[in-house]
Each structure stands twice: as C-alpha cells, then as structure tokens.
C-alpha cells in the first residue's frame, strides 16, 4: 500500500503558476503509474493529467493542455503537476492518486474508478 501526500495548493490570481507536488511513502513508487485529478464545488472529479511508471508516456486533458504539465522523480518519490497562466476555472480541491501497474511501464491511467490510492487533496483557488 502506497500513501500520498499533496501539498503546494494556494489563492492566486488569475495568470499566475503554480507547482503542486504529491509525495509517496509505503511501497516502490515506480511500481505506480500516477495521475493528478480535480473536483470542484458540486462537480464530478476530472481527470487532469496522468503519468507512466517510467515517466516516458503522459496525458493531459483538452482543458489544460498547453497550460499544466505532469512529471515525476522516482528517486524523490514524488509528482509533480506545474499549472500555468491558471484560470478561474481551474479552481478545486487537486487530489493525487496511484494506480500499481505491474507489467507495462509505459502504461497510462486515466478513469478515477482504476486508481487504487488516493491522498487527502489540495486546495487551489484562482481569483479573477
């Protein structure tokens, strides 16, 4: 079993960067694929990005690509999400999660329902 820990969510205007980062603890991080979700008041959790285990295949969502960018260091056990030029909309609670892959290295995964582990969340608030 894997625990996650998010941290680096904050109130920042509109334009602005952030960098969240999730720390694992527990078991083999680079045994997990990774992905980073949000979910904002009275909404469903989205998809944000996802990352493999080796860090060679990503995804993101048509409503941050070209803004956000996943990665993740397996020596430091952690993964990172930068959120750039933030919008109002990209406001939520970010939560991390952990999906152990035992065969594929390059394997993504997407859908919430396949993860296994979940941290606690980080707030991001974007004011316009």
């Known amino acids: 079993q894997v625990q996650l820990t998010e941290s680096g969510g904050k109130l920042v205007q509109a334009g602005a960067s952030l960098r969240l980062s999730c720390t694992a603890s527990g078991h083999t991080f680079s045994a997990y694929a990774m992905g980073w979700f949000r979910q904002a008041p009275g909404k469903e959790r989205d998809t944000v990005a996802a990352?493999?285990?080796?860090?060679?295949?990503?995804y993101y969502a048509d409503f941050v690509k070209g803004r956000f960018a996943i990665s993740r260091d397996n020596v430091q056990n952690t993964v990172y999400l930068q959120m750039d030029n933030l919008e109002p909309e990209d406001t939520g609670i970010y939560y991390c999660?952990?999906?152990?892959?035992?065969?594929?290295?390059?394997?993504?995964?997407?859908?919430?329902?396949?993860?296994?582990?979940w941290g606690q969340g980080t707030q991001v608030t974007v004011s316009s």
């Open positions: 999660a952990a999906d152990r892959v035992l065969v594929f290295s390059g394997q993504l995964t997407i859908a919430a329902r396949d993860y296994d582990f």
């Open positions: 990352i493999s285990r080796s860090g060679d295949n990503t």
